[in-house]
């Protein structure tokens, strides 16, 4: 089997001595969608924090592309393609929808944010319509778009999309089902958190179950 873009192995996390994960072994094959489903409270957010270096972790592995990520730091992971929408969404309200979308480029100096920015349009052209609109005249499914779109600026290899569907009405959903689809298509590495199977089902290859912090495939 060829290498896989993504590989973890043993990762323990606790927060306060309280163990959160454990023992979590993962490899998403380069240009795979995978899904970690687990209900709320299970570990689906520290597993992607972990992965974005934002929690102390120990770990046997953690690689992408075969480089030790636990030696890289948080601010490292752009650079590398990796990135991340948290499922609070966390934009700037005050600022515009092109400001929040461009945000990562200015903190990471993308050279080519341009280019960027109008392939993201191209992929999602409402996202283009509200550009000029601040991020607090959205509603909260157009949020989830501008935030998809701004973990795009800098995420080419490896996308984790927490919770992408949650709060989500339907007719968005199914836009943003549309571009998570399309993403894949490209051979980006997506790993896709829900609280069931709802919405990934039909857009994965491969499922990872995740409870109390226990990791199982299938
Ligand atoms: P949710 O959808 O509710 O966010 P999740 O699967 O993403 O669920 P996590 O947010 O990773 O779960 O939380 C896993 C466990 O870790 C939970 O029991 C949570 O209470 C605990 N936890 C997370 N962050 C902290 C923290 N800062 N302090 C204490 N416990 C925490």
């Known amino acids: 089997m060829s290498q896989p873009l993504l590989s973890i192995q043993n990762l323990n996390v606790a927060i306060e001595r309280i163990p959160i994960l ?3 072994c993962m490899d998403v094959p380069k240009g795979s969608m995978v899904g970690l489903i687990g209900r709320n409270g299970a570990g689906k957010t520290t597993l992607m924090r972990s992965i974005m270096g934002l929690m102390q972790v120990e770990a046997r592995k953690m690689e992408v592309a075969g480089e030790n990520l636990l030696k890289v730091a948080a601010h490292g992971r752009a650079s590398r393609g990796i990135s991340y929408l948290p499922e609070d969404r966390r934009l700037i309200p005050s600022l515009t929808v092109e400001e929040n979308v461009l945000l990562p480029a200015w ?6 944010a341009a280019k960027r920015l109008e392939w993201i349009y191209s992929l999602m052209p409402e996202v283009r319509e509200f550009r000029e609109r601040r991020a607090l005249q959205l509603s909260g499914g157009q949020q989830k778009l501008v935030a998809l779109a701004r973990a795009l ?6 996308l984790l999309l927490d919770e992408p569907f949650e709060g989500v009405a339907p007719v968005l959903s199914r836009r943003l089902t549309e571009v998570i689809a399309t993403l894949r298509k ?3 590495s997506i790993i896709l958190s829900e609280s069931d199977d709802a919405h990934s089902a039909d857009l994965v290859d491969h499922v990872f179950r995740i409870e109390r912090g226990v990791v199982t495939a299938g």
């Open 22 to 24: 454990r023992d979590v």
């Open 107 to 112: 903190a990471n100096n993308i050279p080519d």
């Open 153 to 158: 600026m800098p995420g080419r290899t490896l």
């Open 186 to 188: 490209e051979g980006m």
